[in-house]
């Protein structure tokens, strides 16, 4: 097995607007040790689902996970930015709150992840595109997109780990063991999607991409680091896992369908096999020992556990619509195509 070369320090991006410039312009400089220094920038004039707010957000972000390479690592706790971290979330959870929409008393988390897996018959989006008629390329394009999130698999939902107790926490752990290989290096799920770009002749470098996804694919990934970095989030937190590993499995499959309708290399069918046998059984751990032990103990969490759930299925309907929309219409889904 080719193991995929690993960065752990990656480049920063390019500005794509006055905050992400803002920031950006920053942490070339030696992060203040002595004093707070106020950072002016104007948030509340962007789109909070736009590209220059959501790359802010998530170099901000990734302080906190790798870093950058050549940048001070005293930015990660600096105060002035951290304010303005803070005001570039409130926009953005503003704005998933407002399309979310009202929480009645009457739902459960249970009946929320009862529904989740409930399938269409005629379903759509991307996987059963990919699956029925998607092209290599779109198939490239589409690990990119989840380059994001992928190379860093299972890191943003480990935030919560010390804010859960009892059996919530042991399963949760039981889980977060599998997606990080069940103690093998090559296994790490991390390190299989690494070795899929490499397979799928694409560079699967660290945040190799994150100067080619648009907004919707960046607004994925600061979502779940929102909701795994703020104690307060908790419940949401969770709730965002439990939605990703129900959906995760049948997906899963219909991509792996699609590698073998495209006759991929194996490397891009294992990681997605991988998932379907895992996923289908982390469901029920999540659903009864997570979930279940959690709102049990907590029952004040139940609505942000169903807030969670989803917000999730908010920013990855956003990034499907754009998939398809670009797709159907035969245009690149990036901000500029694969050479």
């Known amino acids: ?67 950058f390479a050549g940048v001070d690592p005293g930015w990660e706790w600096n105060p002035g930015l951290l304010h303005l971290r803070a005001q570039l979330e409130e926009s953005f959870l503003d704005a998933v709150h407002r399309d979310v929409g009202e929480i009645s008393a009457e739902d459960t988390a249970a009946a929320e992840m009862e529904r989740l897996t409930v399938e269409p018959v005629d379903g759509a989006g991307p996987s059963y595109y990919l699956r029925d008629k998607g092209t290599w390329e779109q198939m490239q394009e589409y690990f990119v997109h989840r380059s994001l999130y992928h190379l860093k698999e299972g890191d943003p939902h480990a935030w919560a780990i010390p804010r859960l107790m009892g059996q919530a926490k042991a399963a949760f752990v039981a889980v977060e063991f599998d997606e990080f290989g069940g103690g093998r290096g090559d296994q790490v799920h991390q390190q299989l999607f690494a070795d899929l770009m490499v397979a799928a002749g694409l560079d699967a470098t660290y945040l190799g991409y994150i100067d080619m996804v648009p907004a919707e694919s960046l607004a994925v990934v600061n979502l779940m680091s929102f909701f795994g970095l703020h104690r307060q989030y908790r419940g949401a937190a969770i709730g965002h896992f439990a939605s990703t590993e129900i959906t995760s499995s049948p997906g899963s499959r219909r991509l792996a369908e699609a590698l073998d309708r495209l006759g991929a290399a194996d490397a891009c069918a294992l990681f997605y096999r991988e998932h379907v046998e895992a996923d289908a059984v982390h469901e029920q751990v999540v659903r009864t020992d997570v979930v279940g032990d959690l709102v049990s103990r907590e029952p004040a969490l139940n609505s942000d556990v169903i807030f969670g759930i989803r917000a999730h299925e908010l920013v990855e309907d956003r990034l499907a619509d754009h998939l398809m929309a670009c797709w159907e219409s035969g245009r690149s889904s990036l901000r500029r195509p694969l050479s």
Do not use: F, K, W
């Not at 950006?24 to 106020?38: S, V």
């Open 1 to 67: 097995m080719t193991l995929a070369p690993i960065v752990v320090e990656p480049r920063l991006p390019e500005a794509r607007g006055p905050l992400s410039l803002a920031v950006l312009d920053l942490l070339t400089e030696r992060a203040p040790r002595n004093h707070l220094h106020r950072i002016e920038a104007s948030v509340r004039d962007s789109d909070p689902y736009g590209i220059d707010l959501q790359l802010a957000l998530y170099v901000c972000y990734e302080l906190h996970y790798r870093g």
